[in-house]
């Protein structure tokens, strides 16, 4: 497996590996791009795995404003320089958020969409103030006590039993990203738009995945997105919270894959 990771001007920074079929996927707050890894890992031999930074964390640039319209924007213009027309559009939570602000700004760009422990709606107030508290604790305390904040909320019972030194290099992960970032993404998040009454509009192939035990974005809210939206598939993943792909690669990686498969022949 070759990763390539190209850093241009006010460009994203990305992993661009495998062939055929361009699958974009887009991370969770506040991890990168090396989420993915188990997913680039099962995947490249199927397909053209596309793995941005997204603004404001891992090697991408940290300048705001940032938006769920300027992260599709991002995405877009990373799409252009590649000069690829349409990619499957695969994120988990706020990648997620993410993919929906593409269906919506970018609809020609979009072949098929993997909506990934997410949700449509949008912040209610009591999640708004969160996030502001969040962006106080982020700007006066630093990354290490966001990671013990959302570490919990971000992995299952099962995995924080059984997989300590997974939630270890999670919480690498997070504390090493920058303040900056943190502070971008959360004020997008609180910002983003409901994207509920979209959902009857999508008319792409589309993928709910869901962690059983995910408390952040649970079950009920995956499956209402999955009757929502006609056609799309519902995979819950057994044993899994809410950073489903990383906490149970192997169920997770046979649901994406099998659902990529299934675009080669229509
Ligand atoms: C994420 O995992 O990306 C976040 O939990 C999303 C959110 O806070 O809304």
Request: net charge positive.
């Given at each position: 497996m070759n990763e390539t990771i190209e850093i241009v001007d006010n460009a994203l920074a990305h992993a661009d590996v495998g062939r055929g079929l361009p699958v974009v996927l887009l991370h969770a707050f506040p991890l990168n791009r090396t989420m993915w890894e188990p997913q680039i890992a099962a995947l490249f031999g199927e397909c053209r795995c596309i793995v941005?930074?997204?603004?404001?964390?891992g090697h991408s640039p940290k300048s705001g404003p940032y938006s769920m319209e300027r992260h599709a924007d991002d995405v877009v213009a990373l799409l252009d320089a590649l000069q690829i027309e349409q990619a499957v559009m695969a994120?988990?939570?706020?990648?997620?958020?993410?993919?929906l602000a593409l269906f919506r700004h970018h609809r020609k760009r979009v072949r098929a969409l993997v909506l990934a422990d997410t949700r449509a709606a949008?912040?209610?107030?009591?999640?708004?103030?969160?996030?502001?508290d969040l962006i106080a604790v982020a700007t006066n305390e630093g990354t290490a006590s966001i990671a013990d904040k959302q570490i919990t909320g971000l992995i299952g019972k099962s995995t924080r039993e059984k997989q300590p030194e997974l939630v270890e290099r999670i919480?690498?992960?997070m504390t090493g990203e920058s303040v900056e970032g943190i502070v971008g993404a959360l004020t997008a998040m609180r910002e983003r738009p409901d994207s509920t009454a979209m959902l009857?509009?999508?008319d792409v192939p589309t993928l709910v995945v869901v962690g059983e035990e995910d408390?952040?974005?649970?079950v009920k809210e995956s499956r209402a997105m999955h009757e929502a939206i006609r056609g799309s598939r519902l995979e819950?993943?057994?044993?899994a919270g809410h950073l489903s792909n990383l906490e149970r690669p192997a169920a997770f990686n046979a649901g994406l894959s099998d659902f990529v498969g299934s675009l080669l022949y229509n």
């Open positions: 941005p930074d997204l603004r404001g964390f994120g988990l939570s706020m990648g997620g958020y993410v993919a949008a912040d209610s107030a009591e999640a708004k103030q969160k996030r502001n919480r690498g992960i009857a509009e999508i408390t952040i974005t649970p819950i993943v057994p044993g």
